[in-house]
């Protein structure tokens, strides 16, 4: 079992940042790539940003990229979204979750690609 809890979301003005965090327990963290996806309501999960288990690759999104940036801590078994130029259409619910079965360089941008789920944090952008 692989337990996910994100923190870091909030309410924040466009063109504004927020840093998310996922902190991860329960097995071998580099082990694990990792992934944030989001969901605005009446959407479904959306791919936001990847990364391999050793931070070696990652993957963004058209339309977050160059706007988030996403790391990962093997020491404290964390991973963060650090977003900036922040929009409205960026608000939803921000999920992390963890692939169990993918090879060390490679990042998953499916949802049906991850094993275990965060329960979400939400981000709310205002204009």
């Known amino acids: 079992q692989v337990q996910l809890v994100e923190s870091g979301g909030g309410l924040v003005q466009a063109g504004g940042s927020l840093r998310l965090s996922c902190a991860a327990s329960g097995r071998t963290f580099s082990l694990y790539a990792m992934g944030w996806f989001r969901q605005a309501p009446g959407k479904e999960h959306e791919f936001v940003a990847g990364?391999?288990?050793?931070?070696?690759?990652?993957a963004y999104p058209d339309s977050v990229k160059g706007r988030f940036t996403m790391s990962r801590d093997n020491a404290k078994n964390t991973v963060y979204l650090q977003m900036n130029s922040l929009k409205p259409e960026d608000t939803a619910v921000y999920y992390c979750?963890?692939?169990?079965?993918?090879?060390?360089?490679?990042?998953?941008?499916?949802?049906?690609?991850?094993?275990?789920w965060g329960q979400g944090t939400q981000v709310t952008v205002s204009s």
């Open positions: 979750a963890a692939d169990l079965r993918s090879s060390t360089a490679t990042v998953v941008v499916v949802p049906y690609g991850y094993d275990y």
């Open positions: 990364i391999s288990r050793s931070g070696g690759n990652t």
